[in-house]
């Protein structure tokens, strides 16, 4: 559908005078970025108009890249608002853009920031941060989620910059009570039993995903190999007095659950997963068992439960033992 093809709604509203007697009409409606009221008499003769520029409707497609890629990353958390819809996008001013449906609706504001800066590392190295940050509201500010991305460049005199490390993240916003328990019958076992969520009703959790990538490029040293990581944070909060109170975070980044609790101090360090006991970790890496046998006693006492046999368990962390 093109832009010049798009419906749109049309309200009239009658014109009384104080004697409630219709002395005319006035039809009002927004179309492509523009609102148009025309003014008519009591025989809808056109006595009037005026067209106020409001925004600039355009495709994803003629957007910033920066925008497109938030977009394509946290879509699918608003399916319950844009389903079935024609979407359009508008940019009102340099820091919020709108998303239109059918009918020029505004079905969603985001809030955009966007910036920039230079630094130099410590071998003289001149690099550039390129930043992009949109946060996503209904059409009456209530907060839905936000996506964005990261650059880092290697800027050289007279020659083209370099991208080095990149980044993105996005998250939503979940206030609906069944999406909430999908979450907390998901969560780490552990973590829901630091924060003593079964004593606690959540009446929200913010869903948040990072990730981070180093780049192979001319200037990388010998024998380098891209990297990658990636972070999951889920923060809850309960209701309490009539607004939003934090009870915890839990993070997952290296095979690691963090939690957090209400103040930001970690309360506990989890393994994401039921570990493996010695026999299981000398089946992976042979010699282990001697290995472990010969530090066991110089380790913290609680490396050292006075339990049954095996009750201690390990877990392979990209490549690195760990204990749980």
Not at 205 to 213: L, M, R, Y
């Amino acid at each position: 559908m093109a832009l010049d093809e798009k419906t749109v709604n049309i309200k009239v509203t009658d014109i009384t005078n104080d004697s409630g007697v219709i002395i005319g009409y006035e039809a009002k409606y927004q179309d492509a970025g523009r609102e148009y009221v025309i003014s008519y008499d009591a025989d809808f003769v056109k006595t009037g108009e005026t067209v106020t520029k409001l925004y600039d409707v355009v495709d994803l497609t003629a957007t910033d890249q920066s925008f497109q890629d938030a977009w394509g990353s946290i879509k699918n958390s608003f399916s319950s608002i844009t389903k079935g819809q024609t979407l359009y996008f508008a940019e009102v001013n340099d820091s919020q853009l709108v998303v239109l449906g059918d009918e020029n609706a505004i079905l969603l504001r985001v809030s955009a920031w966007e910036g920039s800066h230079s630094w130099t590392g410590w071998d003289g190295t001149n690099y550039r941060n390129d930043d992009a940050h949109y946060n996503f509201h209904d059409a009456n500010w209530e907060h839905l989620g936000n996506a964005g991305s990261n650059k880092r460049y290697i800027v050289r005199d007279g020659k083209d910059d370099i991208l080095d490390e990149q980044g993105s993240n996005s998250g939503d916003t979940v206030n609906n009570a069944f999406t909430i328990d999908a979450i907390l019958t998901d969560l780490n076992k552990g973590a829901f039993e630091v924060l003593k969520l079964d004593e606690v009703e959540v009446v929200q959790v913010q869903n948040n995903t990072s990730s981070w990538q180093g780049l192979d490029h001319e200037l990388r040293e010998d024998g380098f190999e891209p990297w990658s990581n990636s972070e999951k944070r889920v923060d809850l909060f309960k209701a309490v007095d009539g607004g939003m109170e934090r009870i915890g975070q839990v993070a997952e980044r290296d095979g690691f659950v963090e939690v957090y609790n209400e103040n930001w101090e970690s309360v506990a360090r989890l393994v994401d997963g039921p570990g493996l006991s010695l026999e299981e970790i000398e089946g992976k890496f042979s010699c282990f068992t001697a290995a472990w046998a010969a530090i066991e006693n110089y380790m913290p006492s609680k490396f050292r439960p006075e339990l049954e046999a095996n009750s201690l368990k390990f877990a392979i962390v990209n490549g690195i033992h760990s204990c749980v």
